[in-house]
């Protein structure tokens, strides 16, 4: 179980970079598609999405460096692939099926991003070493960012 986990946290960081890939690169688009998603929010230029995905790639990767060379609480680990889990389902599937067009990213996060989440948060309950009140911790400070965009774009769209 312990391998299991370790293998869990070293994955979340390669996940986001095959989510990065997918969004820009391969097969690309997001950009365009979070302008069709999120018009109000349209004003970000490129430079804004660069800057946000390699502060979060750190602190995704710091995170699971800690937790796999240094064992420090998977609190902080369950988290952060809160944090892309719920990007994956507020952005990406909810967005697929509000605009009805494929968002780019939604098969990483979808396949990726959730299924860490949810193993990750299995294996911790399995094991006996998360709290139900840091259960419900995690997954609250873990969906915070995206909470925070959908309030901001709930805002401008008033404001317009």
């Known amino acids: 179980m312990e391998t299991a986990m370790k293998v869990i946290v070293l994955l979340l960081p390669l996940s986001y970079l095959l989510h ?4 820009f690169y391969f097969p690309g688009g997001f950009i365009e598609w979070y302008r069709g998603f999120r018009p109000s929010l349209s004003a970000q230029k490129p430079q804004y999405y660069l800057k946000v995905n390699i502060i ?4 995704v990767s710091i995170i699971s460096i800690s937790v796999f060379f240094f064992r420090t609480s998977y609190n902080s680990f369950l988290i952060a692939s809160t944090f892309l889990a ?3 389902f507020f952005t990406h599937i909810l967005g697929t099926i509000k605009t009805r067009k494929y968002s780019p990213g939604l098969i990483t996060g979808t396949f990726l991003y959730i299924p860490i989440c949810l193993l990750g948060f299995f294996f911790s309950l399995y094991r006996g070493t998360l709290l139900t009140s840091d259960l419900i911790a995690d997954l609250v400070l873990g969906s ?8 901001k774009y709930q805002k401008k769209n008033r404001a317009s």
């Open 20 to 23: 990065c890939l997918e969004e």
């Open 56 to 59: 979060a790639f750190i602190i």
């Open 86 to 88: 719920s990007n994956a």
């Open 144 to 151: 915070l960012y995206e909470l925070w965009n959908i309030y």
